[in-house]
Every structure is written in structure tokens, then in C-alpha cells.
């Protein structure tokens, strides 16, 4: 399966906004596939975000508040999920996930510190 | 309430067998293609395998291949997963979750809905 990349930490103040990254293998092109973003807090199962094709074609998970957005970077291939006015409550562990073929394959996952 | 309810964790010795058995409630069940994720501890998400509505088509990740088997009873809304010759790496909380809807006019909201986990440890 391949292999999505996140990046193993970030950290940004409360107010801000946070930038989390997903890359995609160069054989998979990310404008061909739905990003899928979880929140996970310790001790909790993954809770679902989001998922992003387009702007045209994009899904918001049941109460999650609209600061948490979806985006992609084609010329980075790479999936981007945007948390603008940071919490304290939103320090967790994020994954990304896409359906490559036959197979759901999760990135290695980001902890977010908001400092 | 829509909820996913795991049971039948626990600790084995590698070679070994178990059954997790996780109980739907809330939602068509029959709607939905059905996952089942694992977490080792400290690590992150892997997705194991999942199955389509009707049962007809089930896809694995290559660790699981030939080992374990996913199952569902649409009628008792209820997901299984046999997991045979466990070895220690199988280690994890093991978490149903609700896949696609994959049909059409519907959206693609996937793994929206997740259970609370069940540990399974491979030990002698």
C-alpha cells in the first residue's frame, strides 16, 4: 500500500491558524482522490472532520465547526486540511486517509500542539 | 442514537484465535459498507479490512491477508472479524467503523461513525 506522508508534529498559538499536510506518492495524483481528515484525542476513538475533492464536491462531518476546512495543492500533491482560529481543544493527533485502490490507506498522522 | 459497539477482545497467545463481533445500532446498517480499523498502542491508524453492503466484495490490508476474515449478519446488524494465527504485531485497539454509503446521490463521508475500540493483545 502506499504510503501517505504527514508531517509528525505542528504546533501553532490559539487564534492562529494551523496548515496540516498530507503528500501523496508521485504515482498517485492527489486531484484523483477524496482527502478524508480524523481528529483524535488521547483515549478516544478518531473522530471524523471532513472530506475534500473539490470545492465543488466536499462533505463536513456531523457538528464539526466550519474553521476546519479542506484544500489541495496540486502542484505539491498534496492533500492540506486548514484550522483557522485555533483552540485549545483542538490540540490532538490528525490523520489523513484516501482509497487509492482496494484499500484505505491512513497517513501517519500529525500531533498538533496549540501552544 | 447512531452507534458501533465492539466486543471480544482480549489477550491470546501468538498462534492463536479470536472473534470481535461489533453491534450497529442507530442507522441502516445494510446501507453501508463496514470497516474495521486497529491502532497498536503509541501508533497510529491502520486500516484493516472492510466489506460491502451485501457482503459480496471484502478487500484486506496485505498483513491480514489469508489470516483474518471479515463477515457481517445484516439481518442481527452486527460486523465480525476472525482473526487467526495472531501474531505479536496484531497488537492493537481494535475499532469498527461506518465506511461509504456508496450509492448514488450520496455523499462520501466515510469512517464518520466509529466505535469505542476493542484491545486485543497477542502475548504469551
Known amino acids: 500500500q502506499p504510503v501517505l506522508t504527514q508531517p509528525p508534529s505542528s504546533s501553532a498559538s490559539p487564534g492562529e491558524s494551523a496548515r496540516l499536510t498530507c503528500t501523496l506518492p508521485?504515482?498517485?495524483?492527489?486531484?484523483?482522490?477524496?482527502i478524508y481528515w480524523y481528529q483524535q484525542k488521547p483515549g478516544s476513538p478518531p473522530r471524523y472532520l471532513l472530506y475534500?475533492?473539490?470545492?465543488?464536491?466536499?462533505?463536513?462531518g456531523s457538528g464539526v465547526p466550519s474553521r476546519f476546512s479542506g484544500s489541495k495543492d496540486a502542484s505539491a500533491n498534496t492533500g492540506i486540511l486548514l484550522i483557522s482560529g485555533l483552540q485549545s481543544e483542538d490540540e490532538a493527533d490528525y490523520y489523513c486517509?484516501?482509497?487509492?485502490?482496494?484499500?484505505?490507506?491512513f497517513g501517519g498522522g500529525t500531533k498538533l500542539t496549540v501552544l | 442514537e447512531v452507534q458501533l459497539v465492539e466486543s471480544g477482545g482480549g489477550l491470546v497467545q501468538p498462534g492463536g484465535s479470536l472473534r470481535l463481533s461489533c453491534a450497529a445500532s442507530?442507522?441502516?446498517?445494510?446501507?453501508?459498507?463496514m470497516s474495521w480499523v486497529r491502532q497498536a498502542p503509541g501508533k497510529g491508524l491502520e486500516w484493516v479490512a472492510n466489506?460491502?453492503?451485501?457482503?459480496?466484495?471484502?478487500y484486506y490490508v496485505d498483513s491480514v491477508k489469508g489470516r483474518f476474515t471479515i463477515s457481517r449478519d445484516n439481518a442481527k446488524n452486527s460486523l465480525y472479524l476472525q482473526m487467526n494465527s495472531l501474531r505479536a504485531e496484531d497488537t492493537a485497539v481494535y475499532y469498527c467503523?461506518?465506511?461509504?454509503?456508496?450509492?448514488?446521490?450520496?455523499?462520501?463521508?466515510?469512517?464518520?461513525?466509529w466505535g469505542q475500540g476493542t484491545m486485543v493483545t497477542v502475548s504469551s
Open positions: 508521485s504515482d498517485i495524483n492527489v486531484g484523483s482522490y477524496n
Open positions: 486517509m484516501i482509497w487509492p485502490s482496494n484499500a484505505w490507506v
Open positions: 475534500y475533492y473539490s470545492d465543488s464536491d466536499k462533505g463536513q
Open positions: 467503523a461506518r465506511d461509504l454509503q456508496a450509492a448514488a446521490g450520496t455523499r462520501d463521508d466515510a469512517f464518520d461513525i
Open positions: 466489506i460491502k453492503q451485501d457482503g459480496s466484495e471484502k
Open positions: 442507530g442507522f441502516t446498517f445494510s446501507s453501508y459498507w
